[in-house]
């Protein structure tokens, strides 16, 4: 111990109690303060950054997905058809509910139909539809007509068409019907028709019908699957119709010129 230690040992009889304290706090390890480690690690979590391409893969859209909400009836209109069953096994198909959509794909009708005859198998698996859906439905020749109405000249949209005016009792004039299942640029190689769900697949990147069938999806995807392939669709269709009025046009010239060798004969004869 120094003078300077002792000297003020003797001033004050504390003091030498004051460095023997000091000395033992400083030869233990120092500890944080008590909420330095909560603080911390809040502090880490809340600055933690997701990665950013996770968040545009959950906000991609799906391009089924109208980009409009115009529901106006437009000079395009796609329709998809839902079935049930009908007679004693059920294995009659007839309307049980009918969707149409704008060239947008924005629903512009979408009616549950009662059929005219029992249903025996309502189909749920694939049509989706349920008895209660029914209860309250229109029935079949209401449908029918404002249906008839609205498709009344238009270019009808749609897959398998056939099958889906059949079930409305209705004809289209087949210079308006734009089928996806005929189209022959969609056919696969052999030349044979393939399914909507496949075409949405391939050429639009998405999955339909998975399970129960939604008429409006199922609509959409073959107006789009049309709104893609337009220009071309329609070409060849005005293409097929100049062909076809000049095979026409040479038809009728044909007999005409018979006639005319048919009575220059007899004339000279």
């Known amino acids: 111990m120094n003078n300077r230690s002792k000297q003020l040992q003797q001033l004050n009889p504390n003091w030498a109690l004051l460095q023997q304290k000091l000395k033992s706090q400083s030869s233990k390890p120092s500890k944080p303060p008590e909420n330095s480690f909560k603080d911390t690690l809040k502090t880490s979590l809340g600055k933690r950054k997701h990665p950013s391409n996770v968040e545009s893969d959950n906000s991609r859209l799906n391009p089924l997905n109208p980009t409009t909400t115009d529901s106006s009836i437009t000079d395009e209109i796609a329709m998809d058809c839902e079935m049930v069953g009908v007679s004693s096994q059920g294995h009659k198909s007839a309307l049980g509910r009918v969707t149409l959509v704008n060239k947008w794909g924005n629903v512009i009708y979408d009616e549950y139909v009662r059929p005219v005859e029992y249903v025996v198998d309502f189909r749920t698996d694939i049509s989706g539809i349920r008895p209660r859906d029914l209860r309250k439905a229109k029935n079949f020749r209401m449908v ?85 392939n337009k220009k071309r669709w329609e070409k060849s269709i005005k293409d097929r119709m100049k062909l076809n009025q000049k095979k026409s046009r040479t038809q009728r010239k044909k007999p005409n010129e018979n006639a005319f060798n048919f009575t220059q004969a007899t004339t000279l004869s």
């Open 144 to 228: 029918q007509k404002e249906v008839a109405e609205l498709l009344q000249g238009r270019i009808l949209v749609g897959h398998a068409l056939r099958n889906d005016l059949k079930a409305l009792l209705l004809s289209h004039p087949k210079k308006d019907v734009r089928d996806t299942s005929e189209y022959q640029p969609l056919l696969n190689r052999e030349g044979r028709r393939k399914a909507l769900r496949h075409l949405a697949a391939e050429y639009l990147g998405v999955k339909i019908q998975d399970g129960e069938h939604c008429p409006i999806e199922d609509a959409r995807a073959a107006m789009l699957l049309y709104q893609r």
